[in-house]
């Protein structure tokens, strides 16, 4: 069924004239689906609110003056906007939220009022249940300080036009088209800052590259060959992922890691992330999903136990993974190929957020109208970056072995 652009114009301008949020009506209806942005057709959005007059006078070779015809009580720009804008933002959150942006998915998005921050907190008491003899009183404990700090945050967005041609020749797909592009692109910056955090390779603390944990700053991953006096997680391994024994070994080394002011081991998520490429994950896939696992002694094979990682680890595989190591670490192909990530990457990252992606449209601009012929635009900004929590909840494995 298509859509009435009679009725639904006229319900606009009612919504409007009522000093109704006519905005929001609009958006709760795509939202619900009862509205597609490829439903529409511009031209005929613009006949319905604008009047046909209005739209004549887009033709480029026409010579008529559209500022006397929008003086025609015809003329709705409020509805038009109203309507358009929603038609654009639908189709820039369908691209911004795509499947293959897994990076997004995997960590959870933190909503501050600051630029950078100190997020305070209070570190744990560890073992200090002591024995408390009949008739004595009870110890008291202190709470020790415990702080990290988060980069500041920048601002990223971009404009939609919408021209009179685009309105007069109905070029409703290129409109669309550009939207598109302008939630692809947001969305794929947002997802390459943050697989960068993730794997290791933004270098410093303003991009999140770094854990600033009381005052000083850690790297992320933390190799094997690090004193265990020093750092109190070891989080970098170097074996292949071939078989169960690699996930193994780094099950045993993701166990090891201690919480930074008791020192004791970190409570582990019941399912862990298995963060992989797309050469990787055939094999990844095959070492979760296995039924159970078999090992070779001498001439007999053995029939080991149920595999116990079926349901203890997710793998998610990110078709960025190779290509940010190669762009942004200087990896080479061959080698970028065998990285692979396990932990609770909820707890070891977030995406500090003082506003997700918002719409925005401009006021009526004469000089932009006049000069380049543009009806309306329409913005899409977003202001967050992704910063490091606790970096000892994900192990990294260079896969060199």
């Known amino acids: 069924m298509g859509i009435n652009y009679t009725l639904l114009a006229n319900d606009m301008k009612q919504l409007i004239r009522e000093g109704r949020d006519a905005d929001a009506v609009m958006r709760e209806q795509f939202e619900a689906g009862v509205f597609k942005p490829e439903d529409f057709r511009i031209r005929r959005v613009a006949e319905e609110t604008m009047g046909r007059g209005w739209v004549d006078a887009c033709e480029p070779d026409l010579d008529r003056s559209v500022a006397l015809i929008r003086e025609s009580d015809g003329v709705d720009s409020t509805a038009f906007s109203n309507i358009t804008g929603q038609i654009i933002f639908s189709r820039i959150l369908e ?4 499947p293959e942006f897994v990076g997004t998915s995997l960590i959870p998005t933190q909503p501050t009022r600051l630029s950078g921050e100190k997020l305070p907190g209070v570190s744990s008491l560890g073992d200090q249940a002591a024995i408390v003899k009949e008739g004595m009183p009870f110890p008291n404990v202190g709470f020790g300080e415990d702080f990290i700090n988060t980069p500041e945050i920048d601002k990223r967005g971009m404009i939609v036009p919408v021209t009179k041609e685009a309105i007069f020749f109905d070029r409703t797909n290129k409109v ?80 090891e890691m201690q919480d930074p002011n008791t020192r004791e081991p970190i409570t582990v998520a019941p399912t862990l992330t298995l963060l992989v490429g797309p050469a990787l994950y055939p094999t990844a896939r095959n070492i979760v999903n296995a039924t159970e696992l078999r090992v070779t002694t001498g001439s007999s094979v053995q029939t080991l136990f149920k595999n116990p990682f079926g349901s203890s680890v997710n793998v998610v595989e990110s078709r960025y993974l190779h290509r940010r190591l190669i762009d942004n670490a200087g990896q080479s192909a061959a080698n970028s190929r065998l990285f692979w990530f396990l932990g609770d990457f909820s707890e070891a990252f977030a995406w500090m957020e003082n506003w997700p992606i918002t719409p925005s449209q401009a006021p009526p601009n004469a000089e932009a109208e006049f000069d380049r012929d543009i009806v309306a635009q329409f913005k899409a900004s977003m202001r967050g970056t992704p910063a490091v929590l606790k970096p000892h909840y994900v192990l990294r494995s260079t896969g060199q072995g």
């Open 95 to 98: 691209s911004f939220d795509r």
């Open 176 to 255: 669309l088209a550009e939207a598109a592009k302008v939630g692809e692109s947001l969305g794929l910056n947002k997802e390459k800052r943050i697989l960068d955090v993730i794997l290791g390779e933004a270098s410093t603390f303003a991009t999140g590259g770094k854990w600033k944990w009381k005052g000083t700053e850690y790297a992320v991953y933390n190799p094997t060959t690090v004193d265990w006096s020093s750092y109190f997680y070891i989080n970098q391994i170097t074996d292949v992922l071939s078989d169960y024994t690699d996930l193994d070994a780094a099950m045993e080394k993701y166990g």
